[in-house]
Nanobody
Framework: QLQLVESGGGLVQPGGSLRLSCATS????????QAWFRQAPGKEREGVSCISNSAGNGNTVYADSVKGRFTISRDTAKNMVYLQMNRLKPEDTAIYYC??????????????????????WGQGTQVTVSS
C-alpha cells in the first residue's frame, strides 16, 4: 500500500525558510514521479513543484511563483521527498501536500501536471508565513 506522510510545516516570518518532508512507503521512490501541491484558504489546490522518475532523470519543474525560492529533492535511501522553501512570503501560506504517480511525469519541457493525475496523496502540513 502506497503511503505518504508530510511533516515540517509551521509558523515562519516573512523571509524565513522551512523544509517540508514527505515520508514514503509501499513503492520504489525513484520509479515514481512526485509533486508538492498547496491549497490556500478559499483557493484551489495548485501545483508547486514536481520531480520526474529516474527514466526522466529526476527532472524538476516549478511554478513561476516559487521558482528560485523552492527546491524539490528526494533521498531514495531514506524514501523521503523534500521541499526546501526559502525567502518565504505571506502568500506562501497554505496547506502543502505531497503526491505521487507511477506515470512518467514532470519531464523536461512539461508543466506541473494537474492534481487529478496523481493517485496517492498525503494528509498535508500547514505552512503559515506571518510576522
Amino acid at each position: 500500500q502506497l503511503q505518504l506522510v508530510e511533516s515540517g510545516g509551521g509558523l515562519v516570518q516573512p523571509g524565513g525558510s522551512l523544509r517540508l518532508s514527505c515520508a514514503t512507503s509501499g513503492f520504489t521512490l525513484n520509479y515514481y514521479s512526485q509533486a508538492w501541491f498547496r491549497q490556500a484558504p478559499g483557493k484551489e489546490r495548485e501545483g508547486v513543484s514536481c520531480i520526474s522518475n529516474s527514466a526522466g532523470n529526476g527532472n524538476t519543474v516549478y511554478a513561476d511563483s516559487v521558482k528560485g525560492r523552492f527546491t524539490i529533492s528526494r533521498d531514495t535511501a531514506k524514501n523521503m521527498v523534500y521541499l526546501q522553501m526559502n525567502r518565504l512570503k505571506p502568500e506562501d501560506t497554505a496547506i502543502y501536500y505531497c503526491a505521487t504517480s507511477s506515470l512518467p511525469l514532470c519531464e523536461k519541457g512539461n508543466p506541473i501536471p494537474a492534481e487529478g493525475i496523481f493517485a496517492t496523496w498525503g494528509q498535508g502540513t500547514q505552512v503559515t508565513v506571518s510576522s
